[in-house]
Structures are given as C-alpha cells and as structure tokens.
C-alpha cells in the first residue's frame, strides 16, 4: 500500500489551500510539522528545510501547492 504524508504548517496559507482542495477518497497521513511527531517525521525526509506544504507519496516528495494537488489527483485517478 502506499504511504501518503502531507506536510503543513499552521497559518500557511498555501497549506491551507491544498487541505481545503484535497480530492475524495485518497487515504494519507496529514501532519503538523510544527509538532514534535511532524516534526520528526519531516527530519526522517530531511524536509525541515522546505517551503511548506510537502507531500511524500512513499519516498517521492512534491512541493508546491499546485504540484502536490496534481499528484493527488492523479493517485485518485490510477486508483
């Protein structure tokens, strides 16, 4: 099964953009990467560094709000 994380943070905008746009029927993990768990979990795929949000589709990781939109249409769509 694929393993499906979305980064966000609190009060991003952008983050907020692509939770409000998420497309029906894909299961994944979304984490605060503010938080201790996230935040560990966003070192593991060394992305403490990255513009927020990030999405990690297994170990493939998307940036931009409209990439990581794309990309998750695109699961729902081969599902």
């Known amino acids: 099964m694929t393993e499906i994380i979305l980064f966000t943070k609190p009060e991003c905008q952008k983050c907020d953009h692509v939770?409000?746009?998420l497309p029906a029927g894909v299961d994944m993990e979304i984490l605060d990467a503010d938080s201790?768990?996230?935040?560990?979990e966003a070192?593991?795929?060394e992305l403490l560094e990255?513009?927020?949000p990030v999405l990690v589709v297994d170990e493939e990781?998307?940036?931009?709000a409209i990439r990581i939109l794309e990309r998750l249409r695109s699961i729902v769509g081969s599902g």
Request: charged share 35%; proline share 0%.
């Open 50 to 52: 990255e513009e927020f």
């Open 36 to 40: 201790v768990d996230g935040m560990a």
């Open 19 to 21: 939770k409000e746009r």
């Open 43 to 45: 070192a593991y795929y």
């Open 61 to 64: 990781v998307v940036t931009g």
